[in-house]
Nanobody, 122 residues
Framework: VQLQASGGGLVQAGGSLRLSCAAS????????MAWHRQARGKQRELVAD???????NYVDSVKGRFTISRDTAKNTVDLQMHSLKDEDTAVYYC?????????????????WGKGTQVTVSS
């Protein structure tokens, strides 16, 4: 198993949760690590990502409320979520990309962890 997500649960609107994605190899081996989510009946969407260089990116709906970060000591990529709203309810997935080469061809390797449920109650 490459990626293992944890930290989901039930929280009241306005509350906070912290998700963690544990990797079976160094998190710095991946070019990009990210959190996606999928709400019932909706398409999976990117929530936030962080590059190996530390650059972060967020979907507009979570800007200012969510923070993605790396914990080197624990070898995890975490998603701190504050001011949670009903619409944040979803299954959250950890995701990683690693670029490599096979001969002259550039390859993109993608990894998904099993999801963790986040439920926000109003």
């Amino acid at each position: 198993v490459q990626l293992q997500a944890s930290g989901g649960g039930l929280v009241q609107a306005g509350g906070s949760l912290r998700l963690s994605c544990a990797a079976s190899r160094s998190i710095y081996d991946y070019n990009i690590m990210a959190w996606h989510r999928q709400a019932r009946g909706k398409q999976r969407e990117l929530v936030a990502d962080i590059s190996s260089g530390g650059r972060t990116n967020y979907v507009d709906s979570v800007k200012g409320r969510f923070t993605i970060s790396r914990d080197t000591a624990k070898n995890t990529v975490d998603l701190q979520m504050h001011s949670l709203k009903d619409e944040d309810t979803a299954v959250y997935y950890c995701y990683a990309i690693q670029y490599g080469r096979e001969g002259l061809a550039r390859r993109k390797y993608e990894y998904w962890g099993k999801g963790t449920q986040v439920t926000v109650s109003s």
